[in-house]
């Protein structure tokens, strides 16, 4: 495999191990323009880790037929919500995009056919995160989209094949949320979940850690309480990115682990 031109772009990464992989539960977009515990969560995690050559992102909110990424030299920032103050829409993320990372990473998926996007930009699953954990947007992004016409298998199968970007200090970050229910969230428990998504959450928790990524792709047989978590595939996708390429012996810790508003879940990883 060819990756002179990744080479070219990363240079030499400094170090004996892999870039580590983030999944983040991003939550609502007004993470982006607050100050609370999950917004310290993530500053505090960038402070533990080596500063990246570039960042791909794999975010819930930028469903496609087909596989495409980002290959702009200046991605626009997308406010993809509706009914939030004027405060949040004013905000801007101006990281630079990596056209050569893009064309890079179309060449080492073979499991689908990835198309340059000339369109799209950064989403708030992207910007919101970001602008938090990077905010003076000097590191070059590049985002992913996730296929809504395949499965799982086929996503985790995909991100496999993603895996050696981190040895070129490519930081991989899936933002989503394991637990996301809007349609039945209860805004009055501020701290807390419901039953289910606890139990829920519990359950993926204890699959993460024993590296059982088989139950994890199939999800939908994993009872009642998870068919409430995950009522549609697109912020549990993220998750199956990061998951699939772990090393099987890194070590993975979890942060902002928390439910809110009874059925969205803030639980982040940090693999390696």
């Given amino acids: ?27 609502s977009p007004m993470n982006a323009i607050e100050q609370n515990e999950f917004t310290k969560g993530w500053q505090s995690i960038t402070k533990s880790l080596p500063k990246p050559k570039a960042i791909l992102c794999i975010s819930a909110h930028w469903e496609t037929r087909g596989t495409f990424v980002t290959a702009m030299a200046k991605p626009p920032t997308i406010h993809d919500f509706g009914g939030f103050p004027p405060e ?67 996503h985790y199968d995909l991100a496999k094949e993603l895996a050696i970007l981190r040895t070129k200090g ?47 792709i199939n999800y939908r047989e994993l009872g009642h309480d998870v068919e409430l978590a995950v009522p549609s595939p697109e912020h549990y996708l993220p998750l199956l990115y990061a998951l699939a390429v772990k090393d099987e012996k890194e070590e993975i810790s979890f942060f902002n682990d928390k439910t809110v508003m009874g059925s969205i879940s803030m639980t982040s990883i940090q693999i390696g």
């Fill in 1 to 27: 495999m060819n990756l002179n031109k990744l080479n070219a772009l990363t240079g030499s990464y400094e170090s004996n191990a892999n870039m580590p992989v983030l999944f983040v539960g991003h939550g």
């Fill in 170 to 216: 490519i930081l991989i970050i899936g933002s989503g949320n394991m637990v996301h229910n809007l349609r039945i969230l209860d805004w009055n428990k501020t701290d807390q979940g419901f039953d289910w998504a606890e139990e829920a959450s519990a359950k993926f928790r204890k699959l993460i850690v024993e590296n059982d990524h088989n139950q994890l």
């Fill in 88 to 154: 949040l829409f004013a905000v801007q993320y101006p990281a630079p995009g990596e056209t050569e990372l893009a064309k890079e990473t179309k060449s080492l998926v073979v499991k689908a056919v990835v198309g340059l996007d000339e369109k799209w930009g950064l989403d708030h699953g992207a910007w919101s995160v970001l602008k938090v954990m990077y905010p003076d947007a000097d590191i070059p992004v590049i985002q992913l989209s996730l296929d809504y016409t395949q499965s799982p298998q086929h």
